[in-house]
């Protein structure tokens, strides 16, 4: 019985499908794309880790933003680098969401297990269009994601929001370096 009982405790808290993970490799003072479709990702039933104070990616407010289909990609961001990541829908009607963070290079932890990170990022549709900015357009875009002294791991998610799970995009990758 004692077996049974740590077996069970060793269980992680959430238990969703194991999501494929898409490599990516970013080019130095460059661009890369990657095409993709919501229907290769998983839906994630628990979002809390995403408004707690150790990830603060986005808040609870705006979960409906991340209900669909979480296609994931992962790559590693070298040292003197910055980069900045855009969505594309292929339909412009789409509504896309998408998110990043930065771990650790050994660290393999993965959303919605994810108990902390260096930094998180996330954009989603806006209900109302942002000072001094022009009209919204069906693309996201991630930026802020920066190495300085070393090299830290970046997961991107490409999510459909309000609860989407298909759909063609194009993930641009684009990254500066020293």
């Given at each position: 019985?004692?077996?049974?009982?740590?077996?069970?405790?060793?269980?992680?808290?959430?238990?969703?499908?194991q999501?494929?993970?898409?490599?990516?490799?970013?080019?130095?003072?460059?661009?890369?794309?990657?095409?993709?479709?919501?229907?290769?990702?998983?839906?994630?039933?628990?979002?809390?880790?995403?408004?707690?104070?150790?990830?603060?990616?986005?808040?609870?407010?705006?979960?409906?933003?991340?209900?669909?289909?979480?296609v994931?990609?992962?790559?590693?961001?070298?040292?003197?680098?910055?980069?900045?990541?855009?969505?594309?829908?292929?339909?412009?009607?789409?509504?896309?969401?998408?998110?990043?963070?930065?771990?650790?290079?050994?660290?393999?932890?993965?959303?919605?297990?994810l108990?902390?990170?260096?930094?998180?990022?996330?954009?989603?549709?806006?209900?109302?269009?942002?000072?001094?900015?022009?009209?919204?357009?069906?693309?996201?875009?991630?930026?802020?994601?920066?190495?300085?002294?070393?090299?830290?791991?970046?997961?991107?998610?490409?999510?459909?929001?309000?609860?989407?799970?298909?759909?063609?995009?194009?993930?641009?990758?684009?990254?500066k370096?020293?």
């Amino acid at each position: 019985m004692k077996t049974l009982l740590y077996i069970f405790l060793a269980l992680p808290l959430f238990m969703t499908a194991q999501p494929t993970v898409f490599k990516i490799e970013p080019e130095k003072n460059g661009t890369v794309s990657y095409s993709g479709n919501l229907s290769d990702g998983v839906v994630l039933d628990n979002l809390s880790w995403a408004w707690s104070s150790q990830n603060a990616c986005f808040p609870e407010t705006q979960r409906k933003k991340f209900t669909g289909s979480h296609v994931f990609f992962e790559g590693i961001i070298p040292t003197y680098s910055e980069m900045e990541v855009t969505v594309v829908p292929k339909d412009p009607k789409a509504n896309f969401s998408i998110y990043a963070y930065q771990t650790g290079t050994n660290n393999e932890d993965l959303t919605p297990n994810l108990a902390r990170c260096i930094r998180c990022e996330a954009d989603h549709k806006r209900e109302r269009n942002r000072v001094g900015r022009a009209t919204q357009d069906h693309t996201r875009t991630v930026t802020n994601l920066v190495a300085i002294n070393r090299p830290y791991r970046v997961v991107i998610v490409v999510v459909g929001a309000e609860g989407l799970t298909e759909g063609d995009f194009t993930l641009n990758v684009a990254m500066k370096s020293r």
